[in-house]
């Protein structure tokens, strides 16, 4: 390890600053372009010691576990809550910008659609049991040791105001001081509590943890690896007026205002069309919304997603047909005859993108797609493959909903040339 002073030159794509030096580019978290900072350095990382001129960009930070001051904030939930709004934004965007021009995409990326503190009704909380009480918060960077939270500004109020219950019932469910996970859900009727990795409940610790929820207020439902636990109330989403009750640990959208925003881009591109692909379609975000509109063929690798999204169909009035297809479109994609039949093609796969459906999508000949993006690297890939194709890309959105994180969403809608 070695101490040194550098001025940092940029954001990473992950939210480090970087600084330019002999020895090849630095990343010191916590750190903002033009600043001058000491570091340790232990070979291409760098641990902030001392600020030594601020930049003009930076801000207190909302959250005490972030760090007083925004330097080596102990909290790993957070990485950019020491920049200031306007650059904030303009990282999230500039992030797609980038993406896209690395595949030679030349767009006018729209403005970012902003998320604000609060709104997070979806987090993924670590616990784990100690011999006095029971940490719950998140991991610190790069590490495993979990930092126990009393706050947390990017989560619903609704899930903040009930972590000491939430960490009532880990206490009452994990026996050992291995570390877990719960995927914290808020829905209308509750909050839907998934535990991952508790050893098998005995059937003592059953009685004891189904006692504990049923003595609590606000919690809809409550699993242990994958499988229920107590389900006081039904934990139900809405997605464009159609109910959706969503398996345990299901994915769902982080924010009900990005949801909304994703879908209402998806809904206006594909205008009127009578019959429309829906792949990677989880537990119907955008297939209810659609159904709307005309009918709509939904493809999904999670049965169980796929049968809460054919609950959520039945059972709602107004929709036009839905069919659903449980299919893994890595392994088989839809084919390029397959997709003829259909006027607009909307897909919204994991991290990996689409490639193998994409180039299935791109011989198809569909006059609307939309591309629903987490990872703007994968998408210009993408998109790069529709265009190439003959499609002409008329519009790519930068949607936040992982508040002060490097992560940002997209949407890019084309249309056949």
Request: glycine share 8%.
């Amino acid at each position: 390890m070695s101490a040194q002073t550098v001025t940092i030159s940029r954001l990473g794509a992950q939210g480090d600053g970087i600084a330019h030096t002999d020895q090849g580019p630095l990343y010191v978290p916590f750190a903002l372009p033009g600043e001058t900072v000491s570091v340790a350095r232990i070979k291409n990382q760098g641990t902030l010691i001392s600020l030594l001129t601020p930049s003009p960009e930076r801000q207190a930070p909302a959250c005490r576990h972030f760090g007083p001051d925004g330097v080596n904030g102990t909290c790993g939930g957070c990485t950019l809550q020491h920049l200031k709004d306007a650059p904030y934004h303009a990282f999230k965007r500039n992030l797609v910008i980038e993406a896209l021009k690395a595949k030679s995409i030349e767009i006018d990326v729209d403005p970012l659609v902003v998320a604000h503190p609060g709104e997070r009704r979806r987090v993924a909380l670590a616990a784990r049991r100690t011999e006095k009480d029971m940490l719950l918060g998140f991991n610190q960077a790069e590490t495993h040791h979990i930092v126990d939270i009393q706050e947390c500004p990017i989560a619903a109020p609704g899930i903040v105001a009930r972590l000491e219950t939430i960490r009532a019932i880990a206490k009452m469910l994990a026996t050992s001081a291995d570390a877990f996970r719960i995927t914290v859900l808020e829905t209308p009727a509750g909050l839907d509590l998934a535990f991952e990795g508790l050893k098998p409940l005995s059937d003592k610790q059953r009685r004891a943890g189904i006692e504990t929820v049923l003595a609590q207020r606000g919690i809809a439902r409550v699993s242990v690896n994958g499988e229920i636990l107590v389900e006081p109330v039904k934990p139900v989403i809405d997605f464009g007026g159609a109910s959706v009750t969503p398996p345990p640990g299901a994915f769902t959208q982080a924010t009900k205002p990005a949801e909304d925003a994703m879908a209402n881009l998806v809904i206006a591109h594909v205008g009127k069309a009578k019959r429309i692909a829906d792949l990677f379609a989880g537990a119907g975000t955008f297939t209810l919304r659609l159904a709307r509109i005309g009918r709509v063929h939904a493809a999904e690798s999670d049965d169980k997603a796929l049968k809460a999204l054919d609950h959520g169909a039945r059972n709602t009035q107004g929709l036009k047909p839905v069919t659903v297809e449980k299919r893994d479109l890595f392994r088989r994609p839809l084919t390029a005859q397959e997709l003829k039949v259909f006027d607009a093609v909307v897909f919204d796969p994991p991290r990996a993108g689409a490639e193998a459906q994409v180039k299935e999508i791109a011989r198809s000949g569909v006059k609307k797609i939309v591309a629903v993006s987490c990872n703007p690297l994968t998408l210009a890939r993408d998109l790069a493959i529709l265009i190439e194709a003959g499609y002409r890309l008329t519009r790519v959105t930068p949607i936040d909903q992982f508040l002060w994180s490097p992560h940002v969403e997209a949407v890019a809608v084309l249309e056949k040339a």
